[in-house]
């Protein structure tokens, strides 16, 4: 059956440190792989997409690879801040969106 | 303007009554989805419709009908409510079907239906 597994549930790291989240999914080959970013009481809000062609996405002080023979996503945010706390969430692309269950990240300061 | 706006924002009702929840876009988006979201926080999509029509429909029972007057709006009708249907809904929006473009979905802010 098709998997997404996001590495652990939750996430704490230090203030300034690169929060790494991983995405691994099988029985899947997504045409796009796409991150969010939930907050308590929000629905999710559209953070980047990576297509299958392409190895990594930068945007700002994050940044996503994409690799499909291991089938995973790591998602990076560099010099972390309190106000980047929130759950985070994959979802795969194909001819509909499923999403991972997320993982939790506190940043201390 | 709010993108994806749904009503209503909380809903508590007891078991067996009927609920709907409404949705609309201004985005100008061709398609709509409805995701449950459980207390364990998982997303699971349930309808997506494209430009009126229903594309995807998982296995979700026969007493949730969503209806969509237009492309901007994709109503959720709730017959017969039971204590399991207590989650969130969320609806969502997306320029392509999949959300295979740049801009990924528009979810709207929730609404947390419990059943008692």
Same mark, same amino acid.
């Given at each position: 059956?098709?998997?997404?597994?996001?590495?652990?549930?939750?996430?704490?790291?230090?203030?300034?440190?690169?929060?790494?989240?991983?995405?691994?999914?099988?029985?899947? @080959?997504?045409?796009?792989?796409?991150?969010?970013?939930?907050?308590?009481? *929000?629905?999710?809000?559209?953070?980047?997409?990576? *297509?299958?062609?392409?190895?990594?996405?930068?945007?700002?002080?994050?940044?996503?690879?994409?690799?499909?023979?291991?089938?995973? @996503?790591?998602?990076?945010?560099?010099?972390?801040?309190?106000?980047?706390?929130?759950?985070?969430?994959?979802?795969?692309?194909?001819?509909?969106?499923?999403?991972?269950?997320?993982? *939790?990240?506190?940043?201390?300061? | 303007?709010?993108?994806?706006?749904?009503?209503? &924002?909380? $809903?508590?009702?007891?078991? #067996?009554?009927?609920?709907?929840? &409404?949705?609309?876009?201004?985005? #100008?988006?061709?398609?709509?989805?409805?995701?449950?979201?459980?207390?364990?926080?998982?997303?699971?999509?349930?309808?997506? /419709?494209?430009?009126?029509?229903?594309?995807?429909?998982?296995?979700?029972?026969?007493?949730?009908?969503?209806?969509?007057?237009?492309?901007?709006?994709?109503? $959720?009708?709730?017959?017969?409510?039971? $204590? #399991?249907?207590?989650?969130? /809904?969320?609806?969502?929006?997306?320029?392509?079907?999949? #959300?295979?473009?740049? /801009?990924? /979905?528009?979810?709207?802010?929730?609404?947390?239906?419990?059943?008692?």
């Amino acid at each position: 059956s098709q998997k997404i597994e996001q590495n652990s549930e939750a996430l704490n790291i230090q203030e300034g440190k690169t929060a790494t989240l991983t995405c691994n999914y099988t029985n899947y @080959s997504p045409a796009y792989l796409q991150w969010y970013r939930q907050d308590p009481g *929000r629905g999710p809000v559209f953070l980047l997409l990576i *297509r299958e062609n392409e190895k990594e996405k930068r945007k700002e002080r994050l940044k996503v690879t994409f690799d499909t023979t291991l089938k995973q @996503s790591l998602f990076h945010i560099t010099a972390s801040q309190p106000a980047d706390s929130a759950t985070y969430l994959c979802a795969l692309s194909d001819n509909d969106m499923r999403f991972g269950a997320g993982t *939790r990240l506190t940043v201390k300061p | 303007d709010t993108a994806v706006s749904q009503t209503p &924002k909380y $809903l508590v009702t007891q078991m #067996g009554n009927d609920k709907s929840i &409404k949705c609309e876009q201004n985005l #100008g988006h061709d398609t709509m989805y409805w995701y449950k979201q459980d207390s364990k926080k998982f997303l699971k999509i349930m309808f997506s /419709y494209n430009n009126k029509e229903l594309i995807i429909n998982e296995t979700v029972p026969n007493r949730f009908s969503p209806k969509s007057p237009d492309k901007a709006h994709l109503n $959720l009708h709730i017959n017969s409510l039971e $204590l #399991g249907d207590s989650a969130v /809904y969320f609806c969502a929006s997306s320029q392509v079907a999949g #959300g295979l473009s740049n /801009y990924g /979905y528009t979810f709207g802010s929730g609404t947390r239906l419990t059943v008692v």
